[in-house]
């Protein structure tokens, strides 16, 4: 497996710019060590979530991904991961609270697998998205029952090499866009198009519910690491992505933060 290594581990103090969305790559499989001591942070409710997996491996990924989640938003905020606090949208999109008021600080994490992507910015709502890539069986069913006839006729009109590929770049882009609204998959993924066909310029293309809803959004299509497709949406009119590491510190023997 490749790593792009524009996705570095930075050192100091972290400061994210105006026009800046920030995104975060970083591995879930670590040490029972690195678990352990990463789990500390973590509140008694997302103890409990963690302990709803029947598989260890899933339980163990959970606790790194909500570790890494508070680590990367402690570094930031100078403040100790295990003293931050969140409350939970009604479809479970946490946003962070100071006191009872809302941070401004806008974050979004999703992971697959091996690998979880956090995006953060203070320019607007924020959603991301990654998907490991494997084969589809009836591919022209699921796109047909996920995406809107416009993307489910782009998809199709595809050589057959291209459409798996073309499939989670489009799967991508919605879910990033819903996640920023944070409505997750409850939205309508049917009434909007996004713009995702290789060699394509990734947007948001038409809302149903609003004529201008796409001219306030920016979306982007991330390369992450071989094998997965990424995507960052963010209610803007553009930002400038900086990409950053989790996952490249020098050990494992304490998590950052």
Known sequence: MSVDNRWFMPDGDLFIEKGEAHVWRGR??????????????LSD????RAARFYFQKDRERFIVGRGMLRAVLGRYLNIQPAVLRFSYNQYGKPFLIEGAVRHEL???LSHSDEFALLGLTFEGEIGVDIERVHALEEIKEIAGRFFSPAEAAALMSLPPDQQIEAFFNCWTLKE????????GLSGHLAEFDVAFIPGERPALLR????????RRWSLYSLEVVTGYRAALAVRATR??????????R???????G
Not at 45 to 48: A, M, S, V
Not at 208 to 213: A, K, L, R, S, Y
Not at 239 to 248: C, D, H, N, S, Y
Not at 250 to 256: L, T, Y
């Open 250 to 256: 020098p050990q494992e023997n304490s998590p950052p």
């Open 45 to 48: 409710d997302e103890r409990k």
């Open 106 to 108: 806008r974050f979004n």
């Open 176 to 183: 990033a866009f819903l996640k920023a609204r944070g409505e």
């Open 207 to 214: 809302a149903g519910w609003d004529p201008e809803e796409a």
């Open 28 to 41: 879930l499989d670590r040490s029972q060590q690195f678990i352990q001591d990463i789990g500390g942070a």
């Open 239 to 248: 930002v400038t992505i900086k990409r950053l590491g989790w996952e490249e």
